[in-house]
C-alpha cells in the first residue's frame, strides 16, 4: 500500500475501477505496440502481464493465488512461469457487491521498473529497489498523487526496454485510476469533495489549514487514514508543527479528524483542508511567518522574560491573566506531567510511508492430542470482514473517534543521542506552534501561552530612584547588588558552589516599603521577580523541600531576584516540641546555602527569625517609621502618577503629611479617593481625600 495506513483494500476501490478488467487484452496489446525485447527471458524481463486470480482458501493468513478465473477452484500459480514476467496482475474475490473480482495488487518483477519507480517515489521511506518484487496494492494512492512525475520520468527514459515495461505499467495504471482521476477533477473544477474521496486532496507533504482558538494555524500533513469502528468513521489527519523543547526546534505530532458527511461539500467549509484552497493564502502566511519569528526569537535563548495579557491553559482549565511571563520550555517539562518529544526535520519518519512487502504465510504451531491439555493453540485467525465486505481501510474494534477539538497527540518516538535537529529556516517557519510553555508569575503555575499574547516589557527605570528610603541605604543596596554580580563566580566557599548567593533581610513596621524595594530593584537590573509566599510553599516538610527546590532551581536560572515575603512565619525560631517547624527550618537553612542568586526577605518581627538564619543573612536593613516629609513624598507620587487630574495644592500635601499612616494606607486612602472623583465626574479634590480619610481607621487622627 502507499500513502494511507491500512492492510486491506479500498471498499471504494470497486467504484473506482470502471470494470473488473479482462487483462488478457491488454496483454495482446502491449505485445503488438510496444518496442519490446522477448530474447532475455530472465525474472521480470519479458514485457507481459501475467494474472492471478484468488483461489481457494487454504489458509486464515495468505491468499491463494491461482492462473485462471476460478470456478470453483483453479490450478495454482506456476511461479516459475510468473517470475518471467514484469509485471503481475492478482484479482482477488469480491466479498461485497459489484463485480466477482477486484484488482488486489501490481507486482513490479522487471529491474526496469524498480528503477524507475526508485525515481518516482524518492521522496518516500519504505521503497527498496533491490527487492525481487514491489508489491503495490490497491487503491494505488501513491501513484495518484505521483501520476505527473511518473508521466515525465517515463517520458525521459532512452533505453527501449525500460521504456516498454514503463509504458506497460503505465497503461495498467491508466485504466485503474482513469474513473478516480476523472471524478476527482470534476469535483476540484466544482471547488467541492466527497468523504471517499477526500484522501484525493490530502497529499502526504502539503500544508494544511485550520482555525483554532480563533488564530490562523497551518500544519505539515504527514499522513492520512480512513478510521471505522465503533464510534463511527472519520477520516483522520495526522500532521506536524514545529516545536521547540528547550533543546532545539522540531516536529511535534497532532491528530486532527474529518467525520463522515453526506454528498458534497466545499472544501473551504471543512474544518481542516489543504492551504491551497484558501482565498487569502498569501495574506494568512505573511501573518504565520512573523509568529514564527517571534517564535524562533522567544527561543533563540534559555528563557524569554516577558508581559502577557491573555488566556493561559493550564491543563485542560483556561485562566485569563495580565502579568509577566517566563517562556522556557525545558523547565516546563522539569516541573510538569507533560513530555514534549519532537521529531528531527531530517528524519526519514516524516517522509510518506510505502509497504510494498507481500503478506507472508504465518505458520501456526501443531496443538497437542485433545484432551491431554499439554498443547497451545496457535494464533488466533483476523477477524472477519462484516457481512457488506471491507469498508474503506476498515479497522476494527476501534474506540469512539475523538470529538473536536482534536486532541494533541504525544509523539512516542524516542531520540537518539546523536540525534540531529536543523535550525529553523525561513522556510519552514509559518509551520511554528503558536503556544509556548513556560511560568506564568501572576497565578504562580506552569502554564501555556499563546504567543501573540506575549509583549516586551515597558520597565519602570526610575522606580528605585523613586523609593521614599535614605539616600544611604540606596546606595548600600546598588553597590552591594553590583559587587555580587560582577563577582559571583569569584567567591566560593570552601566546599564548591557553596555560598555563592546573596541574602538581605529587610526589617520594619509595615507599609514603609520593604516589598517595593525588592520590585524596585528587579526593575532596575531588568529580572524577573519571583515572590515566593508560605502558601506556595505548603505545609509538610516533604512539600516545603520539593517547592522550595524548585524555586531555587529556576530562579538561579533566570537570575531572579527571589523575594521572600514575611520570612519569619516559615523561618521562626525552632523548639523542642514542633518538629515539622524544625524541619522546614533546616531544610531553608540546606537548601539556600547553596543558592547563587539574590535573596530578598522582609519582616516586621526579625526577633522571631532563628538564630541559625541570622548568622546566614550578608546585609540587614532597618526601616524606620515614616516621617513627616517622607508622607508627604508618598502623597505627592501616588496622587501625579494616578492618571487623574487633581486640583490639590503644595499647601494640602503639608497638611496631608500630618496624618500617622503608612505607605500602603496612603496607597489606599488616595485610590478610595480617585473613585469618588470618577464616580462624579470631578477631578480628584481635598474633599474627595478627606471623605477616603473619614472611614479609614486614620481619620480620627486628623489635625487641624
Known sequence: MSDTESSVEDPQGQQLHSSTADWSDLNSDASSTEDEDQGNEGPGQVCDVK?????????TCCINWVEELPQDIGSEADEAESRRHALLIRMRRNHGDGKPMILHSIVIQSS??????????????????TLKKLVFKAPFHCFFYEWDRLEKVISEIEDPVGKSHARLLKRILRRELRETISLSVDLNQNGVITYDYLWTIFKPGIDIYTFEDGYDRIYRLQKTLYVSGLGGQY????????????????????????FNFPGTKRVPDLDIFPASYHPRLGEVKDTLRKRGELFRAIH??????????GIVLEGKHKRNVDGRIIVDPSSHANFTEECVDLTPFNSSSLKPVMELSDQAHIVQPPTGPPGRGRGRPGPYPPPPFPPQGPPQHWMPAMPPPPPPPPVVVRNARNRGKNSKRNELTDDLIHLCSAYVRGYCFKIKKWVTFHIENIKE?????????????????????????????DNKDRFDDVIEGKGQGVSILLEGPAGVGKTLTAEAVSEKLRRPLYAMGAGELGASPESVEDNLHMILEVAAKWDAVLLLDECDVL???????????NSIVAIFLRLLEYYRGMLFMTTNRVEAIDSAFKSRIHLTITYPHLNAPARRQIWERFVQTSNQESTLQPLDFVRLQ???????EIKNIVKTAQLLASHEKLPLAMEHIRTALSVSRVGRRQVH
Open 112 to 129: 526496469y521498473l524498480k528503477s524507475i519507480l526508485g525515481e518516482v517515489f524518492r521522496e518516500y521511506s519504505g521503497i527498496t529497489t
Open 571 to 581: 523561618l521562626a525560631e525552632r523548639s523542642a516540641d514542633n518538629l515539622g517547624r
Open 300 to 309: 533563540s535563548t534559555p528563557y524569554y522574560y516577558g508581559a502577557y495579557k
Open 51 to 59: 494474472t492471478l486470480y484468488e483461489g481457494e482458501t487454504k489458509c
Open 235 to 258: 477520516f483522520q489527519l495526522t500532521v506536524n508543527e514545529i516545536d521547540c523543547d528547550g533543546e532545539g526546534f522540531g516536529y511535534q505530532t497532532r491528530v486532527f479528524p474529518i
Open 658 to 664: 500630618e496624618y500617622d499612616v503608612n505607605g500602603r
Open 457 to 485: 516589557i515597558q520597565w519602570h527605570d526610575g522606580a528605585f530612584d523613586s523609593l521614599v528610603l535614605a539616600e544611604e541605604y540606596k546606595k548600600l543596596i546598588n553597590a552591594f547588588l553590583s559587587g555580587h554580580i
